[in-house]
């Protein structure tokens, strides 16, 4: 037993892997190429993709919305735990990126699961709203432009419908998050994004220490 989460040395955290992850053979060739990127630090880690993919069984989601594709990772571990009638919408910027992805989607199958809608993704959601999908998604992630996270959050607690499950990601900022030194403007609006949702009596949240940290919101009714 223990009090507090475990911190994870290297050969703890490979254990991990090994036993705890188990990975679709085309989302370990994904994560093996974009590891070779410049932003490879982008790309989510395996566990994370393992227990959001674990939240979409758990949850039956089947309406699923991804603010931040990447290279389509986090994308793919959803759209493989959807089931075959579950559809994800994608919201990204970058053409080079998400054709990479769309390579993966291919492969493994799913493509035909994942809407990806190239636009900035406030006008993207948006149009969502505009479109009548208020209410209408059981899932919803977030891991864009950290500087329009409060924005994104509330376009997408309209889009959830009541017990409807948004992650959020990077809360932790690479442990800044908690560094009274850092004064920056950036840093600042992030912890005043963290405190927001502690506050925020729309949703039951719980923050956890997964990967870069994750805040998990429950859409009350």
């Known amino acids: 037993m223990s009090r507090k989460t475990l911190s ?6 490979d254990y991990l892997l090994s036993v705890g992850v188990r990975q679709h053979p085309v989302l370990e060739q994904l994560a093996a190429d974009t590891a070779r990127m410049p932003e490879a630090e982008m790309q989510i880690s395996p566990e994370q993709g393992a227990f959001m993919a674990l ?3 758990l949850t039956g989601a089947k309406r699923c919305l991804e603010v931040g594709v990447f290279t389509g990772y986090s994308a793919l571990a959803v759209a ?4 075959e009638d579950g559809r994800l919408l994608a919201c990204d910027v970058n053409e080079k990126w998400t054709a990479i992805a769309r390579t993966y989607w291919t ?5 035909d699961k994942i809407h990806l809608r190239l636009a900035p993704a406030l006008e993207t959601l ?3 709203l505009a479109e009548g999908m ?3 998604f059981d899932f919803a992630f977030i891991d864009a432009d950290k500087t329009e996270y409060a924005a994104y959050y509330e376009r997408a607690l309209e889009l959830l419908r009541p017990g409807g499950l948004m992650v959020v990601d ?3 900022c690479g442990g800044k998050a908690a560094d009274p030194a850092n004064t920056s403007a950036d840093m600042l609006s992030r912890r005043d994004f963290n405190a927001s949702l502690y506050q925020d009596e729309r949703i039951t949240l719980s923050m956890i220490p997964v990967a870069d940290g994750l805040t998990l919101a429950i859409k009350r009714s």
């Open 8 to 13: 994870l040395t290297p050969r703890l955290y």
């Open 55 to 57: 939240l979409v069984e």
């Open 80 to 83: 493989l735990a959807m089931p």
């Open 107 to 111: 492969e493994a199958g799913v493509e």
């Open 126 to 128: 948006d149009n969502f």
């Open 134 to 136: 208020a209410g209408s």
């Open 170 to 172: 990077n809360v932790l």
